[in-house]
């Protein structure tokens, strides 16, 4: 089994800044995909970026595109999201999850394993 934790979720401004991580443990291969996903209450969960395990492909959604990065360091089996010019329409739950392929990697029902969430808010 692997596990997903994340944190680094809060309250912020707009314009604010927060850093997500998201560790992992237990059976996770070397070759797992990480992704972050994100879901407003009342709405769907939505792609916000991905990332492969090397670190060289990195994958955004329109809307966070230019504000947000992804990273990992596979020594610590953490990755991570910056979150930059911080948008109210950017509330949410923010989750991780890991797949073994960046095939789909936008559709939440291609991931083997989730991370319980951490909440994001935006304050206008």
């Known amino acids: 089994q692997v596990q997903l934790v994340e944190s680094g979720g809060g309250l912020v401004q707009a314009g604010g800044s927060l850093r997500l991580s998201c560790a992992a443990s237990?059976?996770?291969?070397?070759?797992?995909?990480m992704g972050w996903f994100r879901q407003a209450p009342g709405k769907e969960r939505a792609f916000v970026a991905a990332?492969?395990?090397?670190?060289?492909?990195?994958l955004y959604a329109d809307s966070v595109k230019g504000r947000f990065t992804v990273s990992r360091d596979n020594a610590k089996n953490t990755v991570y999201l910056q979150m930059n010019s911080l948008k109210p329409e950017d509330t949410a739950v923010y989750y991780c999850?890991?797949?073994?392929?960046?095939?789909?990697?936008?559709?939440?029902?291609?991931?083997?394993?989730w991370g319980q969430g951490t909440q994001v808010t935006v304050s206008s």
């Open positions: 990332i492969s395990y090397s670190g060289l492909t990195t």
């Open positions: 237990g059976r996770i291969s070397r070759n797992y995909v």
């Open positions: 999850a890991a797949d073994r392929s960046l095939i789909n990697y936008n559709k939440p029902g291609e991931y083997d394993y």
